[in-house]
């Protein structure tokens, strides 16, 4: 079993950046492929990105593309997710999530077994 922990949200002005973090713990994260979602309030939750176990492909919502880079570090246990240009319907609570073994592109969040307890995201205009 893997554990999750997610950090970096905060406040940020609209148009601004922020790199939020996910570290794995009690498995080698290697062995996972990760997504990002988010939920707004009142809102179901919605996929955000997706990256492979090696990091060699990628996958966004129509929302975040050109906006938001997922990216991995395997030997540090990390996933990242770079967002940039972010708009006030950006605000949200942003967890990570793992599939073992996980090959195709995953975007329904019944599709994950493990999942951080989420940061906070707050984008003001």
């Known amino acids: 079993q893997v554990q999750l922990v997610e950090s970096g949200g905060g406040l940020v002005q609209a148009g601004g950046s922020l790199r939020v973090s996910c570290v794995a713990s009690?498995?080698?994260?290697?062995?996972?492929?990760m997504g990002w979602f988010r939920q707004a309030p009142g809102k179901e939750r919605e996929f955000v990105a997706f990256i492979s176990r090696s990091g060699g492909n990628t996958y966004y919502a129509d929302s975040v593309k050109g906006r938001f880079t997922i990216s991995r570090d395997n030997a540090k246990n990390t996933v990242f997710l770079q967002m940039n240009s972010l708009k006030p319907e950006d605000t949200a609570v942003y967890y990570c999530a793992a599939r073992y073994l996980g090959t195709v592109v995953r975007t329904s969040n019944r599709e994950y077994e493990y999942w951080g307890q989420g940061t906070q995201v707050t984008v003001s205009s």
């Open positions: 009690g498995r080698t994260l290697s062995n996972y492929a």
